[in-house]
């Protein structure tokens, strides 16, 4: 069986469905099978950011309503045979929704798919409390701002209490990834610093993403960052973050900084 990650924030704009295409296309570049799933139903985003707006047929709204059989719904990326994505619908509301039709779908997915990622709406209403409930692991994507690192903190704590793992009692697998940090701004003041983030949030950082024309580049182009030029310095983040999810052990570093973070923290270099 597969693992469901949901990628999730309390704020809107701070790079979930960015990541969720960039972390699914970096998994599938490495080889596993993955399908990506849209739960911003009405305002679906990332099949644009995928390159596949064009061929969206069914959706995941038409399979839980039993309109279409999920082998329909699901668009293979041209560019990566293991990458899928299950778009949402761009005309119905997330009422259409149910959970049992979610948890079907889900079940469905895991028992193909090596990584089900699950790009929720932001904030804390229907569409992303279904997102998060069957998963595995959660990515708290946060920019390095009071009031987005606020509104994750929310988010956190509804990961502990509203999913299917935290009602059975279980640990909810939960990760940090900062988007949009930018070390000359963090240095003056005019964003907070990564162990400020780490600090009120407490929960492991699985990556740091940069402030990059790159990122704005590859979605105007309809590219997964890691896809669009994997030597640009977001996408190497984004493989590294993929990797850490994969388990393999790999040095933070802080763009800007050439000493691994945590090996800043204590005063020694990074292993």
């Given at each position: 069986m597969g693992k469901v990650i949901v990628v999730t924030?309390?704020?809107?704009?701070v790079g979930k469905t960015?990541?969720?295409?960039?972390?699914?296309?970096?998994l599938a570049h490495d080889g596993a099978k993955v399908c990506v799933v849209d739960f911003d139903v009405?305002?679906?985003?990332?099949?644009?950011?995928?390159?596949?707006?064009?061929r969206v047929v069914y959706d995941l709204v038409n399979v839980i309503q039993g309109e279409a059989k999920l082998t329909q719904a699901l668009i293979r990326d041209k560019r990566l045979e293991t990458l899928y994505l299950l778009p949402a619908?761009?005309?119905?509301?997330?009422?259409?929704?149910?959970?049992?039709?979610?948890?079907?779908?889900?079940?469905?997915?895991?028992?193909?798919?090596?990584w089900v990622i699950c790009d929720s709406p932001a904030g804390?209403?229907?569409?992303?409390?279904?997102?998060?409930?069957?998963?595995?692991?959660?990515?708290?994507?946060?920019?390095p701002e009071v009031s987005s690192v606020r509104d994750s903190d929310r988010i956190i704590g509804l990961l502990d209490s509203k999913t299917v793992k935290a009602e059975s009692g279980e640990r909810m697998e939960k990760h940090l990834l900062l988007t949009r940090y930018d070390p000359a701004r963090a240095e003056r003041g005019d964003m907070l610093k990564v162990e400020d983030v780490l600090e009120i949030l407490s929960i492991p950082l699985l990556g740091i993403i940069p402030e990059s024309m790159d990122v704005l580049r590859a979605s105007n182009l309809g590219t997964p960052v890691t896809l669009a030029d994997q030597r640009s310095v977001p996408s190497v983040a984004y493989f590294q973050a993929a990797r850490r999810l994969n388990g393999e052990n790999i040095p933070m570093i802080v763009?800007?900084?050439?000493r691994g973070f945590f090996g800043k923290m204590f005063g020694r270099k990074a292993a």
């Open positions: 924030s309390g704020k809107g704009g960015t990541s969720s295409a960039a972390l699914g296309a970096a009405g305002l679906r985003n990332l099949d644009l950011i995928m390159g596949a707006e064009r619908s761009q005309t119905r509301d997330k009422d259409n929704l149910t959970a049992e039709g979610v948890e079907k779908v889900i079940n469905a997915l895991k028992s193909v798919f090596d804390i209403e229907r569409g992303a409390t279904l997102a998060m409930r069957h998963a595995d692991i959660a990515i708290v994507v946060t920019n763009p800007g900084e050439k």
